[in-house]
């Protein structure tokens, strides 16, 4: 009897191990299904790890000059947030380099030192571009304004039609002088200087032929004392409405305010500077352009091509003045004016 027990004890024993070995047998697939999730985790960590493309900006001027240099720097800002910050564009720049050799210098540091895109902002380094492109073929470079290439598979152009803010700008000027007599403040009769320019002559003289506009080349882009100077000159022969374009504006923009002159800008926003006599803006968003070129770089072009900014794709846009009492009449022929460009109901003649 015993020994039956024994081995009825015995038996009981070998099914519970038996069923207590077997039991987890249903969960093996599910450890199975969960490996496709811990491949997508490394994945992620994958993409997570990825470098942030580093931009470099070489440009002739400070980055709040009111003007062109702060016109790229706003874009490069714009531009790294739309990326989603420092963790996928990293961007750093160098101002102040109108001398030619200096950012020349600074280029091919940047170059030299694995920066993924270099931007020289000022059409006076196209032949240190040139030179230096060249060297680093892994690299894209970006200048303006020009739509110049050269031909060169690693370097993007840009340009801004600055002529058609510059014709919106001249639209609400003849409707707001007084004396029929405006001054314009130029720096070198070349880029997108000269376009503004030619512009906003045009938009003058679409709107009023009689209005005498007194143009005023003074050869400097940043020579500040001399756009005073200029706007100076402007003012004392009857001019109560006045504009220019270049960093060496804001000594024409503090002339104009003082002798109660309104201005009219382009490049960057500029009433801030000056909210009692800036009636409006053409500004510059460069992100646009950018957006394209980075796009383009992420697939292998890195460069060859040229973009212009224009009031079409947002490259451009005025900015009228909160603080200006901008007469409804004026604001209406500013709008006509922006929307004639753009659906082509207005050509801009220009000389």
Not at 124 to 144: K, M, N, R, V, Y
Not at 300 to 321: K, T
Not at 325 to 332: F, I, Q, S, T, Y
């Amino acid at each position: 009897m015993n020994k039956f027990l024994k081995y009825l004890s015995l038996a009981l024993v070998l099914v519970f191990l038996i069923t207590a070995c077997g039991a987890p047998a249903p969960e093996a697939p599910a450890v199975v299904e969960e490996l496709p999730e811990i491949e997508e985790v490394e994945e992620v960590e994958e993409l997570v790890a990825v470098e942030p493309l580093t931009v470099a900006v070489v440009s002739p001027s400070a980055i709040n000059d009111f003007a062109f240099t702060q016109s790229i720097y706003d874009g490069m800002v714009a531009l790294q947030e739309s990326m989603g910050g420092p963790d996928s564009l990293d961007f750093d720049y160098s101002e102040n380099m109108f001398v030619v050799d200096d950012a020349a210098a600074a280029i091919r540091d940047y170059a030299s030192q694995g920066y993924g895109m270099v931007i020289a902002h000022g059409s006076q380094c196209g032949s240190s571009l040139q030179e230096i492109a060249p060297d680093f073929p892994e690299t894209s470079f970006a200048w303006g304004t020009t739509v110049d290439t050269f031909g060169i598979s690693n370097i993007f152009a840009y340009e801004a039609a600055s002529q058609q803010g510059g014709y919106v700008n001249g639209v609400m000027a003849a409707l707001l002088t007084k004396s029929k007599v405006i001054g314009v403040v130029g720096p070198i009769e070349t880029g997108d200087a000269k376009l503004y320019v030619d512009g906003f002559v045009a938009g003058v003289k679409a709107t009023d032929p009689d209005i005498e506009v007194r143009v005023t080349y003074i050869g400097s882009f940043s020579d500040v004392a001399l756009a005073s100077e200029a706007a100076t000159t402007h003012i004392a022969a009857g001019a109560d409405v006045l504009t220019g374009t270049a960093q060496m504006v804001v000594g024409a923009i503090g002339k104009a305010e003082e002798a109660g002159a309104l201005w009219f800008g382009t490049q960057s926003d500029q009433s801030s500077f000056a909210p009692n006599a800036v009636v409006a803006s053409q500004v510059y968003h460069w992100e646009v352009i950018l957006k394209e070129i980075v796009a383009l770089r992420a697939d292998g072009i890195l460069g060859g091509q040229s973009f212009i900014a224009s009031l079409e794709n947002g490259g451009q846009v005025m900015a009228f003045n909160s603080d200006f009492d901008l007469p409804v009449d004026v604001r209406a022929a500013a709008d006509a004016a922006i929307q004639g460009i753009i659906d082509g109901t207005i050509t801009i003649e220009l000389p």
